[in-house]
């Protein structure tokens, strides 16, 4: 057994000891089986809430309407879930009541994706009634029972469905995919931040391309937000190395500059996007419309900072499909030979600038400071105050 689920074993022991049963389940169960890496171990346990807390010393309770309580354990958190089943749902996002029960079976059964229904108890045995492990052999995503049902009880699950495609580089099941095809518009019941959260998801995975493609081909796409007319969008995405890119906002500008998107600011605040990322996909998008050669303009290299102009010269790489490598590796090289890195590190400041050319202070002293800086930048005249006071006088500034 993997070292991460040893180490929560003494939990599972110790809810065991009380009587009740506790199981590793979900992600956790099906990464281990797939030899990828375990980010956290979820636990299912027969006790319900209140039985927990009387287990354990140390519980905080971060969900415990929906059953969850969380359990520290050497200096790290265990979320434990009891065994639950789910009432009707009737606007095919959340279940109208949730009900605690002592079945694990039951409590896989309501879960989305065979993968994902399987436990694991102390011992690493493996509970699968669903045959999680087979359609993980089959790299396959199969929904738990007639996916139909299961995407109108949660439309979200057919979101899920693809971040998996992309992440696992699996396939949809036939019925599964055709279900998707039926049951897109669905997914305008499901709020915003959810559908986001599995699209970043979607955007970061290694198969991103298949999950465009599904999406495509499913016709899911035309039922995100502002989507409706990126069909062809999607498609050209698909034609490029978009496996390049590591940082869903890469992709981003991508969507807006390929699908010709006039506000940048208002698509994706229908998405919910955090402002500062949605700045952040501003600024490169300019510069990949403007098509910024940082070796060259070494002012907007100095602005946009390597990390941005590194994004930026990636992303016009794949646009114009050639390999960005080197003019990557070219961007670094120019940043670090900057003669400075940021404003303080220029010799000279608002106040020389006052006393220099005698004048209040005003506008004008942000301006002269951005002359001096590029002309810095260029290396025209060297980083040091006489220098520059020289180059002024030179320049007939001062
Ligand atoms: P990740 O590794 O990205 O966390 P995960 O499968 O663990 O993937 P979570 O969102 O953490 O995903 O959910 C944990 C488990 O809860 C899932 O494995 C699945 O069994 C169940 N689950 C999560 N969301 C749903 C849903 N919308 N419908 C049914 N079951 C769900
Ligand atoms: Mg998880």
Redesign the pocket.
């Given at each position: 057994m993997d070292k991460i689920f040893q180490k929560a074993v003494p939990i599972l022991e110790q809810i065991e000891d009380a009587g009740f049963q506790a199981f590793f389940?979900?992600?956790?169960v099906?990464?281990y089986l797939l030899q990828r890496e375990i980010?956290?171990v979820?636990i299912a346990s027969s006790a319900t809430p209140s039985e927990i807390k009387t287990i354990f010393a140390k519980t905080v309770d971060v969900g415990i309407e929906h059953g969850t309580v969380m359990v520290l354990h050497e200096r790290a958190g265990y979320e434990i879930t009891t065994f639950r089943t789910e009432g009707n749902y009737t606007d095919f996002r959340r279940p109208d009541s949730v009900q605690f029960i002592r079945s694990l079976q039951e409590d896989l059964k309501?879960?989305?994706f065979t993968m994902?229904?399987m436990a694991m108890d102390k011992n690493g045995q493996i509970i699968d009634p669903f045959l999680g492990k087979k359609a993980i052999e089959g790299k396959l995503i199969v929904t738990v029972g007639n996916p139909d049902e299961r995407f109108r009880e949660?439309a979200?699950?057919m979101m899920?469905g693809l971040r998996f495609v992309s992440?696992l580089s699996f396939d949809l099941d036939g019925q599964t995919l055709q279900s998707l095809k039926n049951n897109g518009a669905l997914l305008e019941n499901i709020a915003v931040e959810r559908i986001y959260a599995e699209f970043e998801?979607l955007l970061k995975g290694k198969n991103r391309k298949k999950a465009f493609h599904l999406l495509s081909e499913s016709g899911l796409y035309k039922f995100l937000p502002g989507f409706k007319s990126l069909g062809k969008t999607l498609e050209i995405l698909q034609t490029l190395n978009i496996e390049k890119l590591d940082d869903p906002v890469e992709l981003w500008v991508l969507l807006l500059v390929i699908g010709n998107i006039e506000d940048t600011e208002a698509f994706l605040r229908i998405w919910k996007m955090p402002v500062k990322q949605i700045r952040e996909i501003g600024r490169l998008r300019f510069h990949v419309e403007k098509g910024t050669d940082f070796t060259e303009d070494k002012m907007a290299l100095f602005h946009s900072g390597l990390n941005e102009a590194a994004k930026v010269t990636k992303i016009i790489a794949v646009l114009d499909h050639f390999n960005g490598n080197e003019a990557e590796w070219k961007v670094k090289e120019a940043f670090h030979r900057l003669p400075i890195h940021s404003l303080k590190e220029l010799a000279v400041d608002g106040n020389d600038l006052v006393a220099w050319f005698a004048q209040r202070p005003g506008p004008w002293v942000k301006e002269e400071m951005e002359l001096i800086l590029s002309a810095v930048l260029r290396e025209d005249v060297i980083n040091r105050k006489t220098d520059i006071k020289g180059w002024l006088e030179l320049c007939n500034r001062i």
């Open positions: 389940v979900g992600g956790s099906r990464d980010n956290d979820d309501r879960r989305d994902n229904a949660d979200l699950r899920r992440q998801k």
